[in-house]
């Protein structure tokens, strides 16, 4: 079984500061996925990144692949309250077959008060 | 472009009774997927359905079962409710490609569980 572990579980922090989400597995992933989710709704995605090294942007949101595919990052840029969410990493196992299944972090609920 | 359909949003049954959770992909996606989110375990998948056939299951007791229609919409059903059933029930849709591996997920079906 193929885990994500996902640190910090809980962060709360003030407007205009910057943090970082970290997601770590012993296990390869072909791609990896990060999702926000508000309470009450299904998670939404924000970014898949593919390749080994990968870094996206994302307006304030920077997204990094680890090199070896087993890791990744989100790094936030003075976050604001409306960043206020569960944000979930989510892996593609290597060499699956699926193409739906795949492992989550167990979350990480950010809250930026004003 | 519409997106996940899932109903109903809210549901409350008792112990032992069933239930029956639909789910309505964005069009052209063709693989449909469960999952179970709780507070205490995360997204837990439960399976996947892609042409009519369940490709994938997850580690779920057969109580839990699933069925996939020719039009794409899915439907799954839990038998027997538990106190331990309560949970958000999100459904999510897929492209069929490989390289990603990217959910859409609906806004989920709140089961509580008297």
């Known amino acids: 079984t193929q885990l994500l572990e996902q640190s910090p579980q809980f962060l709360s922090i003030q407007e205009g500061e910057n943090l970082t989400v970290y997601c770590n597995s012993s296990s390869v992933f072909s791609s990896l996925q990060w999702y926000r989710q508000e309470p009450g709704e299904g998670p939404v995605l924000l970014v898949t990144?593919?390749?080994?090294?990968e870094v996206k942007k994302l307006k304030r949101l920077t997204f990094q692949f680890g090199d070896a595919r087993k890791d990744s990052s989100l790094h936030i840029t003075a976050a604001q309250p409306g960043d206020t969410g569960l944000y979930l990493c989510?892996?593609?196992?290597?060499?699956?077959?699926?193409?739906?299944?795949?492992?989550f972090g167990q979350g990480t609920i950010l809250t930026v008060h004003p | 472009k519409a997106g996940v359909t899932q109903t109903p949003r809210y549901l409350i049954k008792t112990r032992g009774q069933q239930v029956t959770l639909s789910c309505s992909p964005i069009s052209g996606h063709r693989s449909v997927s469960w999952y179970q989110q709780t507070p205490g375990q995360g997204l837990q998948f439960l399976f996947e359905y892609f042409s009519e056939t369940q490709r994938n299951k997850g580690n779920f007791p057969g109580r839990f079962s699933g069925r996939q229609f020719s039009n794409s919409r899915s439907e799954m059903n839990v038998s027997t409710l538990e106190l331990g059933d309560s949970a958000l029930y999100l459904c999510?849709?897929?492209?069929?490609?490989?390289?990603?591996?990217?959910?859409?997920f609906g806004e989920g079906s709140r089961l509580t569980v008297l």
């Open positions: 999510a849709s897929s492209l069929v490609l490989r390289s990603t591996g990217e959910l859409f």
């Open positions: 990144v593919v390749t080994g090294g």
């Open positions: 989510a892996g593609d196992p290597a060499g699956g077959t699926s193409y739906g299944k795949l492992t």
